[in-house]
């Protein structure tokens, strides 16, 4: 027991202002198996209850000054603010990661609750020169209406602020599916965003066992105006289709499959920090996880021996153990994933440096792995492994490694580490990524517009241009002045 994360935990669901629903379905601590708490497992029928909640709160929320929301999420960020190693201390247990990880999550996560807060006031309009003497054309922007927003496992904090608080900046009211390993941080969040003055309704927490029902309702039913989802593009592409039979609006933030490209010119050091930063975070277990390294034949061999020196400074273990920088992986069904992607990349030809297997603290535990002589044909190139496995493939050639990168379905967040300017500037508008890291493994950040391109996603979040996702644009065409 963990009485530091204790106060926050909630067992049951926050719809229309009010904790409901029977605890039944057990949350776990994801190092040592052992039940934290329990929430509901909510079907389709609290699924319309809260989305006509959000729909009921709607008008009085969208009529309030943007200053009013604006001093909402203020508190709530300040609340989230001093609650921060008690959110961190829930989020590392019910998830794996470890805690200074979980700190630099709540961190990131309350930045953008700062941030929307901030930007709830900076939704500004647009005068148009009109074609006619007697007329003028005004845009005003207007709150999109009731949201849906689905996140994911790996960010249980995060991907709900950078969801939810531009949506409630803009005059939103929103409903949220967090993952069904993940629901005890987003509940936390809603202890207090309730106590930050939240109305009832505005905010709604569905917690479920089998996401397929609620999600379908989110996607059918008319009330609600905009899905927001982070997740597997598979799953994206069902949100979609479904999305699609009331037109909704969609942001998709999908699967990657980043490229790190090390060149002859780069400043080795920061290459290797900048790979074991983005390979090892949240142990490979993020849509922006470095997942095929390409190295230059002329650094290749110094490269991959100082990666190894560094992987070998990694401590596996509980995310809340001092100085562990590895947690176990979310579940088996992704310790499997990464076992084929080893076992396929072995058969077809790679070397394994270290690791290579499952680590000997047993659970979900994997051993950081390094794979050399990694070729395209292998799945750890192909597919996204989300795991501790850092595959060092090699090239001679800019252009060849460019489209060796950019052949992928995926676009989300690539890396290269150059000195040469020119370099630099030809080899980012080369990448079709919609994020690149220039001598950067750590591209995240509330203020810049995260996103990807291809069957990575729709839509940006954070930075200014987050917060127009969640209005619509209308133009007022005043005829006879
Ligand atoms: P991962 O493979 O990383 O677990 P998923 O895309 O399966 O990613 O999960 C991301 C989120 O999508 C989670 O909240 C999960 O519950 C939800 N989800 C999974 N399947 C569906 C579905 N059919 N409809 C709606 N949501 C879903």
New binding site residues.
């Given amino acids: 027991m963990d009485r530091r994360s204790d106060t926050l935990i909630r067992t049951n669901a926050y719809i229309a202002g009010s904790w409901t629903g029977a605890p039944v379905t057990p949350v776990l601590d994801k190092a040592t198996g052992q039940e934290i708490a329990k929430v509901p497992n909510l079907g389709v029928e609290e699924t319309c209850e809260a989305i006509k909640a959000a729909h009921a709160a709607l008008p009085a929320w969208r009529q309030r000054t943007a200053k009013e929301r604006s001093q909402i999420l203020r508190t709530w960020f300040d609340l989230i603010s001093a609650h921060s190693e008690d959110l961190a201390h829930l989020l590392s247990r019910e998830q794996g990661k470890p805690l200074a990880e979980a700190r630099g999550e709540i961190a990131y996560g309350a930045g953008f609750v700062e941030f929307f807060a901030e930007q709830a006031k900076r939704i500004y309009g647009e005068t148009i020169p009109s074609p006619k003497s007697d007329s003028r054309i005004i845009v005003i922007k207007q709150p999109i209406g009731v949201v849906a927003a689905?996140?994911?496992?790996?960010f249980p904090n995060a991907m709900i602020t950078r969801k939810v608080t531009p949506a409630l900046a803009a005059g939103c009211t929103v409903v949220v599916?967090?993952?069904?390993?993940t629901p005890l941080s987003a509940l936390a969040l809603a202890v207090l965003g309730e106590q930050a003055g939240i109305p009832a309704g505005v905010f709604n927490i569905i917690t479920?066992e089998d996401?397929?029902p609620?999600?379908?309702e989110?996607c059918a039913n008319p009330l609600v105006k905009m899905i927001t989802?982070?997740?597997?593009t598979?799953?994206?592409k069902?949100?979609l289709r479904?999305a699609a039979g009331t037109v909704k609006k969609t942001t998709m933030e999908l699967g990657g499959n980043a490229p790190l490209i090390v060149f002859d010119d780069a400043d080795l050091e920061r290459a290797v920090a900048g790979a074991m930063a983005s390979k090892f975070r949240n142990a490979g277990q993020t849509c922006v996880s470095a997942n095929r390294i390409y190295v230059q034949t002329g650094v290749y061999d110094a490269f991959a021996s100082r990666l190894a020196e560094e992987m070998a400074k990694l401590k596996v273990g509980r995310g809340l153990e001092e100085g562990v920088n590895v947690g176990p992986l979310?579940n088996e069904a992704a310790v499997t994933k990464v076992e084929t992607h080893v076992a396929d990349a072995v058969t077809k030809g790679a070397e394994v440096v270290c690791g290579g297997k499952r680590h000997a603290k047993g659970g979900t535990f994997f051993q950081p792995t390094l794979l050399k002589s990694v070729t395209s044909d292998m799945q750890v190139v192909r597919e996204e492994t989300?795991g501790p496995v850092a595959a060092l493939l090699q090239f001679q050639d800019e252009d060849d490694v460019i489209a060796m990168a950019n052949d992928t379905p995926f676009g989300l967040a690539s890396y290269f580490y150059a000195r040469d300017l020119a370099r630099v500037w030809r080899v980012s508008e080369a990448l079709q990524f919609g994020i690149v890291g220039v001598n950067e493994g750590i591209i995240s950040s509330e203020l810049a517009p995260f996103g990807g391109v291809k069957e990575s996603g729709l839509g940006r979040e954070g930075s200014h241009h987050g917060i127009e996702e969640f209005v619509e644009m209308k133009y007022i065409y005043l005829g006879g002045l």
Avoid: Y
């Fill in positions: 689905i996140t994911p496992w790996n599916k967090p993952a069904e390993d479920t996401p397929e609620v999600g379908k989110l989802f982070t997740g597997s598979e799953v994206g069902i949100l479904q979310i989300f």
